[in-house]
């Protein structure tokens, strides 16, 4: 099928706006904010949807990057392109730039944004795995109000989220830390593509000691039914000093945690060991970032 199913289509004039729509229209309508994941799956006739809600004139308030002293926040309608070209994001968190590099193309990254990535909850979804290595929060909005969700905890499995039928994301907000270094590693089969694996590090090195791991996450792509965060890994390097030993011990827990699948991607085997080679040179760049004061 290269059509969609016939739908109807309506522009939403503000969040407020969007949500009333989606509250009347249930579980028949979909957001539609890039397009570039839903209307793919609708012209397979992978997802049906009998109205769509465009949110792309609500650049005002869906579309910034906010840096902030302990906070960055980052508006659900930002896209890849901005999250690419920002020198303040890549100051403060490098790995974003290291994702956006690699993630689709060009005009993908003109239209496609944060929260699309996030809602789309593709197990291989590069920018997941960022906001997992960055202990991200989501902020979603319903006609209650807001509540505020982990990343730990946004996705329910693949294709699924935290996010109800007459909700909407917002918002991803990111704690900043003194010390800190993220990078982001990925294995395609060609330029553009979707990850075989792919691996952000983030790590906070502790001013008192001279240097010691304070606190380092690590999130993988491509490895599970969804993005995974590594605890293992996280309370492993907690104290420790940073050697090529240590990161290696990091790339073997990531290697033993993940739970990928064979597939035309790669096998099993091939996708355990690339967590850990990924894991191990995302986590010896994060912490050269730290030790430069590269964020
Ligand atoms: C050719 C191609 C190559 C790609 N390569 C990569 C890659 O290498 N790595 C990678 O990570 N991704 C890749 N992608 C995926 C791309 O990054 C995502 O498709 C895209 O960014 C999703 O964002 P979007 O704004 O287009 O979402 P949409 O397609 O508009 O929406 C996706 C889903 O999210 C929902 N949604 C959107 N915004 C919100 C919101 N604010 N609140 C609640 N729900 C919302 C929609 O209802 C829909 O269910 C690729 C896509 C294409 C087409």
Not at 20 to 26: F, I, M
Not at 145 to 159: I, K, L, N, S, W
């Amino acid at each position: 099928m290269q059509v969609p199913a016939p739908f109807e289509y309506e522009r939403a004039t503000s969040v407020e706006h969007a949500i009333g729509l989606l509250e009347r229209l249930g579980s028949s309508a979909r957001l539609v904010a890039g397009g570039h994941s839903l209307l793919p799956m609708m012209k397979l006739r992978l997802a049906n949807f009998e109205y769509l809600v465009d949110i792309n004139d609500l650049r005002d308030e869906l579309g910034y990057i906010r840096i902030e002293p302990h906070e960055i926040r980052i508006g659900a309608l930002t896209r890849h392109r901005e999250l690419l070209e920002s020198d303040a994001l890549a100051a403060a968190f490098p790995i974003f730039r290291d994702a956006e590099k690699v993630i689709a193309d060009p005009v993908v990254r003109n239209w496609g944004t944060l929260g699309g990535s996030l809602c789309q909850a593709d197990p291989s979804e590069d920018l997941s795995a960022v906001c997992t290595t960055l202990d991200g929060s989501c902020v979603i909005r319903g006609s209650g109000g807001e509540r505020v969700v982990p990343m730990t905890e946004f996705h329910r499995g693949p294709y699924e989220t935290a996010v109800g039928d007459d909700e909407i994301l917002t918002e991803i907000r990111f704690p900043v830390r003194p010390g800190g270094g993220s990078a982001f590693e990925k294995v395609e089969r060609r330029a553009g593509d979707w990850a075989v694996v792919s691996a952000g590090a983030a790590v906070w090195l502790d001013g008192d000691t001279g240097g010691t791991v304070a606190d380092a996450r690590v999130g993988l792509a491509a490895v599970g039914p969804n993005t995974t965060a590594l605890p293992a890994v996280t309370a492993a390097l907690a104290g420790r000093e940073p050697s090529e030993e240590l990161y290696d011990e990091a790339g073997r827990i990531a290697a033993r945690d993940c739970s990928p699948d064979t597939d035309m991607r790669g096998s099993e085997e091939y996708k355990r060991h690339l967590a850990g080679e990924l894991t191990t040179r995302a986590l010896r760049r994060s912490v050269e970032r730290a030790r430069q004061g590269r964020g």
